[in-house]
């Protein structure tokens, strides 16, 4: 079956660091683009980023940029996500998604729709 | 950066009922659009990509169309099972790629 497997949920204090992981089974995992996607309570879905595991190439969202860093490790299959120091804006679920390669790319990033999701990390932030 | 827009915000349905949600780009985007169903607690599912292409054991009630700046979502006869949130994404060349801001379909 393929699937996205991520870590669990995190609680954690203003200005603390934070990587969350998503591990990815029963595909080739370094050939597909894993992207980050964030939904804070109640509301809709924002790109963070996307990544390439067999390279480690990323492209973020301008919104995001400077404020996580996306990695990946080809040789266990994860990828992640991380903060350096969490505000409470960064309060929401995020979910990992592999990018479905449709066979187009652009300026070196595939063209495709989030085609398998993790089941998301809840990351609360809060004094 | 392009925009999606989804109207209607929400829409209220019964079972049955034939079901249409637009979406709306700010700027061409060819068929680079997907639409996504998610459920309380739920992470989203693709349902539709390129515009049209139903992803695999998506029901055949659900059909996409569109090309450009304006897209729709079908549902023939909605279900019980298809009372849920839906999400129209862009995902061309121009990045970040951006996801309308939702359409919730509640049971009438």
């Known amino acids: 079956e393929v699937q996205l497997v991520q870590s669990g949920a995190e609680v954690k204090k203003p200005g603390e660091s934070l990587k969350i992981s998503c591990k990815g089974s029963g595909y080739s995992f370094p050939d597909s683009w894993i992207g980050w996607v964030r939904q804070m309570p109640g509301k809709g879905l924002q790109l963070v980023g996307i990544?390439?595991?067999?390279?480690?190439?990323?492209r973020y969202n301008p919104s995001f940029q400077g404020q996580v860093t996306i990695s990946a490790d080809k040789s266990i299959n994860t990828a992640y996500l991380q903060w350096s120091s969490l505000k409470a804006s960064d309060t929401a679920m995020y979910y990992c998604?592999?990018?479905?390669?449709?066979?187009?790319?652009?300026?070196?990033?595939?063209?495709?729709?989030?085609?398998?999701w993790g089941q998301g990390t809840m990351v609360t932030v809060s004094s | 950066d392009i925009q999606m827009t989804q109207s209607p915000s929400t829409l209220s349905a019964s079972v049955g009922d034939r079901v249409t949600i637009t979406c709306r780009a700010s700027?061409?985007?060819?068929?680079?659009l997907a639409w996504y169903q998610q459920k309380p607690g739920k992470a989203p599912k693709l349902l539709i990509y390129k515009a049209s292409s139903l992803e695999s054991g998506v029901p055949s009630r659900f059909s996409g169309s569109g090309s450009g700046t304006e897209f729709t979502l079908t549902i023939s006869s909605l279900q019980p099972d298809d009372f849920a949130t839906y999400y129209c994404?862009?995902?061309?060349?121009?990045?970040?790629?951006?996801f309308g801001q939702g359409t919730k379909v509640e049971i009438k």
């Open positions: 700027q061409g985007i060819s068929r680079w």
């Open positions: 990544i390439s595991p067999s390279d480690s190439g990323t």
């Open positions: 994404q862009q995902y061309n060349s121009d990045f970040p790629w951006r």
């Open positions: 998604a592999r990018v479905d390669d449709s066979g187009y790319h652009y300026g070196g990033f595939p063209l495709g729709a989030f085609d398998i």
